[in-house]
């Protein structure tokens, strides 16, 4: 049998997480020939995950600049993917999530004919500002792509409504779950001194839509929380976006229990998760990780395109305003019975099995 060559590609940390477990299981098909593509529009984030699953990328772009542009990114990305899809002539293309990496990849793979799965297609809130550029970098993979990989039956259903086919659709799962059982299963620690005998808050922030002001009243919100709960700790591992880091800094720096550091690496993140009592974030993944640990999850955004643990009561929207993150925060330090209906311990994003039905689709195509 001729093997197929597939490049699987991965730009920043929550690619890097989502698309290990698939790199792993085509590893062992006889007739891949897999070929991994790191952008790195990441650096040390995306080193740090691919060392943690033993990932050692073929092609490596190094495209990372600091506090880089949109457009640069995307202009400098698309001309170095010209000479790498025309050396490798792959047989198909693996993408994961709505990176500008995933947006960019699959308008040159586009341009070179060459088919395109994406993996975690479908997920939409339909409003192309927010998460921006995300919703708008999804939408365009999902023009392009030639396998929909749908996490769950509502991101099917929303790939339906735009118009793709049904048979380029299959569900399932999200491979976040298939890496945080893998890791999670290992018992991580997270090497961050805490207090044992005091709750802690978790919180992630980065999103481009929120910066400047808003991310300046989740600031304002966390610093109150922080001073008036003196009994709990709040850990930050910031990301590393100056136009985050700058401004939790200038908030978050020197309270007394608040733990700013830098982003941790995956397993000691899980083990942060298993560890906090509460999690504040505006990040995608987390959304989906945090419900199968049981932890509630208050998303410092006004929209979510995972409505499915929103709509289970696991996870609750409360946005970048001063007054309702603090009030819901502190509502669910307070109210156990509330916090009890929200740490149900479900997972509606994946059963730990979604990169086997990725790659049994492809095997089926390709043998
Ligand atoms: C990117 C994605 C976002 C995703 C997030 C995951 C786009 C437009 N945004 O946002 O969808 O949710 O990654 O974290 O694709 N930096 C470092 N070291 C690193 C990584 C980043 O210093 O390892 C700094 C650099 O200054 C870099 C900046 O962060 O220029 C922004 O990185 P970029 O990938 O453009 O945007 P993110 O905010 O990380
Ligand atoms: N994560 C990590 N270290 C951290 C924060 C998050 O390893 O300090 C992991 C987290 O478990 C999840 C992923 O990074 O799998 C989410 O990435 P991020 O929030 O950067 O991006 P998003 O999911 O919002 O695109």
Redesign the pocket.
Known sequence: MQSKTIICVI????EAIKMAPVILALQNEPWANVRILATA??????DQVNEFFGIDPDIDLNI?????A?TT?TARLLLELDDVLQAEKPDAVLVQ?????VMTVALACFYHRIPIGHIEAGLRTWDMQN?F??EA?RVIAGKLARWHFAPTEGSRQNLLKEGVPDAEIIVTGNTVIDALLMTAAKDPELAVPLDPAKRLVLVTS???ENFGEPFRNICRALRTLAKKNPTVQFLYPV????N?KDVAHEFLAGLPNFVLCEPLEYAPFIAAMKRAHIILTD??GVQEEAPALGKPVLVLRDETERPEAVEQGVVKLVGSNYERSLDETQRLLDDESLYSAMALGISPYGDGYSASRIVKTLREYFT
Request: proline share 17%; no cysteine.
């Open positions: 730009g920043t940390r929550p529009q990441h650096r040390h984030m995306l990372m600049r600091p506090n880089q949109l990114l999530g709505d990176t500008t990496t998460p550029p995300e970098n980065h999103r481009r990301h590393p976006n100056p985050v990040s995608g």
